[in-house]
């Protein structure tokens, strides 16, 4: 079984949707490995989204990360990465497919509802950094 993780960003927090998203997951054979909802640190979105320190939007990326609470999910399913990602629909809500859940909840490319991991090999890395072995079930 394959593993990915999902953030519920602040906005789609804030807008009292988070049992609409897991139901998108719940409803499409992925698990709930692991979750907590989290009020992250500037050092902490920083170091998340490292990867992304040096691009034009990484200044506002930062800032709306850490503007509420999110929820940070372990999901479990066959092909979960491929398949969290059809759900969350395209990064730019203008360009989600009807029916994802950025079409449905995002209002903007930063407002954007969800992140899910891109690749296999970062998932783990996304996993490690927030979530303990133990936490995982
Ligand atoms: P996410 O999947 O969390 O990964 C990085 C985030 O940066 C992305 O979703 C968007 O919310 C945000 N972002 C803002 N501007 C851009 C952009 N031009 N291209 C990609 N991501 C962007």
Redesign the pocket.
């Known amino acids: 079984m394959e593993k990915t993780l999902s953030i519920i960003k602040p906005d789609a927090v804030k807008k009292s949707v988070i049992g609409k998203i897991v139901d998108r997951f719940e409803s499409n054979d992925l698990r709930v490995a692991a979750m907590k909802k989290v009020q992250l640190s500037e050092a902490d979105a920083k170091a998340f989204?490292a990867v992304?320190s040096e691009r034009p939007?990484f200044g506002e990326?930062v800032e709306f990360m850490i503007s509420g609470p999110v929820v940070i999910m372990v999901l479990e399913g066959d092909n979960a990465v491929a398949k969290n990602r059809d759900l969350m629909g395209a990064?730019n809500p203008k360009e989600a497919a009807a029916g994802t859940i950025r079409a449905d909840f995002a209002d903007s490319?930063?407002a954007?509802a969800v992140?899910?991991s891109d690749s296999h090999e970062n998932a783990k890395i996304e996993i490690d950094f927030f979530f303990a072995q133990r936490e995982i079930v």
Do not use: S
């Open positions: 989204y992304h939007f990326l990064t490319i930063d954007n992140h899910g």
